[in-house]
């Protein structure tokens, strides 16, 4: 398993600079034990063990286990970069697709529902990880809708959050329940297609003549 680890957030440190390979390491260690254990099992210690680091060093860049897990999550829910030459509805397929990845056979797909399942009894955690993870990823379907509204393809009127419950809600259904067969690229096409039909602006209706 091979994690770019992110740009991490955060107060500058003195003394030594830090080590991104070192960095990298502890990601990959936290993914690790998040897809084993969970996330109320996963433990500090067990994640300096994993990446064979000590406890001060995992504790002097990630202060919580919180934050640990929600920047190690970070790293595997990659976006395709922005593009202004992409249109509207090859993008929203483009941002589908990054979501659908997340099979049963993958990391992320052991880890997501995980998450999901143990975020009632961790506010905090399910917090930070709407603010940092899933609020950048709906910002982006955000532009692309808006985009579509400028451009006369979706309507004036149109409901941003909803449209992207919309367009997402089928694929995250996809990912942690129908796992057989797992999404494949066209689905998210798919969804698109079908979802767009439905936003696109209504016709006007030609006011009816009285006798």
Same mark, same amino acid.
């Given at each position: 398993m091979t994690v770019t680890s992110p740009a991490l957030e955060g107060p500058r440190q @003195?003394?030594?600079?830090?080590?991104?390979?070192?960095?990298?390491?502890?990601?990959?260690?936290?993914?690790?034990?998040?897809?084993?254990?969970g996330y109320a099992a996963l433990t500090m210690e067990a994640v300096a063990q994993r990446a064979g680091v000590g406890k001060a060093t995992l504790y002097r860049r990630w202060p919580s286990k919180e934050q640990l897990v929600i920047d190690a999550v970070?790293?595997?829910?990659?976006?395709?970069?922005?593009?202004?030459?992409?249109?509207?509805?090859?993008?929203?397929?483009?941002?589908?697709?990054?979501?659908?990845?997340?099979?049963?056979?993958?990391?992320?797909g052991k880890i997501f529902p995980r998450l999901i399942?143990?975020?009632?009894?961790?506010?905090e955690m399910l917090a930070g990880y709407r603010e940092?993870?899933?609020?950048?990823?709906?910002?982006?379907f955000r532009a692309a809708l808006r985009r579509g509204i400028a451009e006369?393809? @979706?309507?004036?009127?149109?409901?941003?959050?909803?449209a992207i419950d919309l367009?997402?809600?089928?694929?995250?259904?996809?990912?942690?329940?129908?796992t057989e067969p797992p999404p494949g690229p066209e689905l998210a096409a798919r969804i698109v297609d079908d979802v767009l039909v439905c936003l696109a602006p209504r016709p006007r209706t030609e006011p009816q003549e009285h006798a």
């Open positions: @003195l003394g030594r600079p830090r080590n991104p390979k070192l960095d990298t390491l502890i990601i990959e260690a936290t993914l690790t034990v998040l897809a084993e254990t970070r790293t595997i829910c990659e976006q395709p970069e922005p593009d202004a030459a992409t249109g509207v509805r090859d993008e929203l397929v483009l941002l589908l697709e990054a979501i659908g990845r997340k099979s049963s056979s993958s990391v992320a399942g143990e975020s009632a009894d961790n506010p940092q993870v899933l609020e950048p990823r709906r910002e982006r006369g393809l @979706l309507r004036r009127d149109l409901d941003l959050e909803h367009l997402v809600g089928p694929m995250a259904y996809r990912n942690l329940l129908r």
